[in-house]
């Protein structure tokens, strides 16, 4: 079955950005968990053990555009997965963190909504003093 996604107004999605590109499967990736709505794999540069990003399916650009834009099916499915695969991963009970940067001050870097899922190891103060 095909997924209906809405036409976005005011923002644009750069179809070229790096999580579009691994959608696509013109570049690889360390795959971890698929379902109809995310996909699930490695971040090439783990800031703690186990250090894990679940991207929607869908084009949004951040976690402003998926909450405001996205379908309830998308953001059920899209977070089903992220509780899926920490429990997947045995992080349930150790313990893990979930976290996503919207926009300039929290400093996102891929302009296609992600979520972090850090783990495998105590993971210090929620945000940097530095
Ligand atoms: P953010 O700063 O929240 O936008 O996070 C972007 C994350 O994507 C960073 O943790 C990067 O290490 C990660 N990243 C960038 N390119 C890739 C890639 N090709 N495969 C996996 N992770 C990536």
New binding site residues.
């Given amino acids: 079955e095909k997924i209906k996604y809405k036409k976005k107004k005011n923002m644009t999605y750069d179809d070229d950005n790096?999580f579009a590109k691994?959608l696509r499967e013109e570049?690889p990736?360390k795959k971890i968990y698929e379902n109809k709505y995310a996909l699930a794999?490695h971040?090439?540069?783990p800031q703690s053990k186990i250090h894990i990003?679940v991207i929607p399916k869908g084009k949004y650009i951040s976690f402003a555009d998926f909450s405001e834009n996205a379908l309830p099916k998308e953001i059920n499915g899209f977070m089903k997965a992220v509780g899926k695969i920490a429990k997947n991963q045995n992080l349930v009970e150790s313990g893990y963190r979930i976290l996503a940067?919207h926009g300039q001050n929290a400093?996102?870097?891929?302009a296609h909504f992600?979520i972090?899922i850090f783990g495998g190891e105590p993971l210090g103060p929620m945000i940097s003093k530095t």
């Fill in positions: 790096i691994i570049i990736c794999f971040d090439v540069n990003l940067n400093g996102q870097e891929v992600h972090h």
